[in-house]
């Protein structure tokens, strides 16, 4: 089990990367664990590359910094080819199926799902794909409690949104088998 877990996502600007590490730091917060959550973008914003990154801890946390992230998610190829190189060689990476995994990474630590055709033909919004991971990284590495994880969603959606963010949320959970699930658990004890 780990006591502190370095997560960055990565994305287009306007896909929600920043929200979606903002809810899982909040779901630590509820769930009784120490988080800190940081982003940085380029001018352009939205459509330009978007990094947010959190840590969460049992632990206090002393440092702010991610150095080497445990996980990575990547919404499109741009971030996933300047973001991937320096992650941890255990990182569990987690990208949109439509991506082409650079030929360095593990196969057996990346998880291909289809987040924003999920979003866009289940969910109905293709702006809902943070959502949809958020859902896809949590019963992966079971970090934290699905009430927590609600909590954290609650907190951080426009009010009038919860119905198709609560769909998008068990939409990306559906896309994580059982056996995804207990091979990748991270959670933090």
């Known amino acids: ?62 440092f702010s910094k991610v150095r080497t992230p445990n996980m990575l998610l990547a919404l499109n190829q741009g971030s996933l080819d300047k973001y991937a190189p320096d992650i941890a060689d255990d990182a569990i990476v987690i990208i949109d199926s439509s991506l082409t995994p650079p030929d360095y990474l593990d196969p057996e630590r990346l998880v291909a799902i289809p987040i924003i055709k999920t979003a866009d033909e289940k969910v109905g919004k293709v702006m809902t794909a ?11 590495l079971g970090l934290f409690s699905e009430e927590a994880l ?31 699930a207990e091979k990748f658990k991270q959670a933090i004890d």
């Open 130 to 140: 943070n959502i949809v991971a958020v859902g896809a990284i949590n019963k992966l």
């Open 1 to 62: 089990m780990n006591t502190r877990y370095e997560m960055r996502f990565t994305g287009s600007g306007g896909q929600g990367v920043i929200l979606a590490s903002v809810i899982l730091a909040e779901a630590a917060v509820c769930d009784g664990k120490q988080a800190i959550q940081s982003q940085s973008y380029g001018p352009e914003a939205r459509g330009g590359l978007c990094k947010a990154e959190a840590i969460v801890s049992k632990e206090q946390i002393w």
């Open 150 to 180: 609600k909590e954290g969603i609650k907190r951080h959606i426009p009010a009038g949104t919860e119905k198709i963010n609560h769909l998008a949320r068990v939409e990306g959970e559906a896309l994580i088998t059982d056996e995804m």
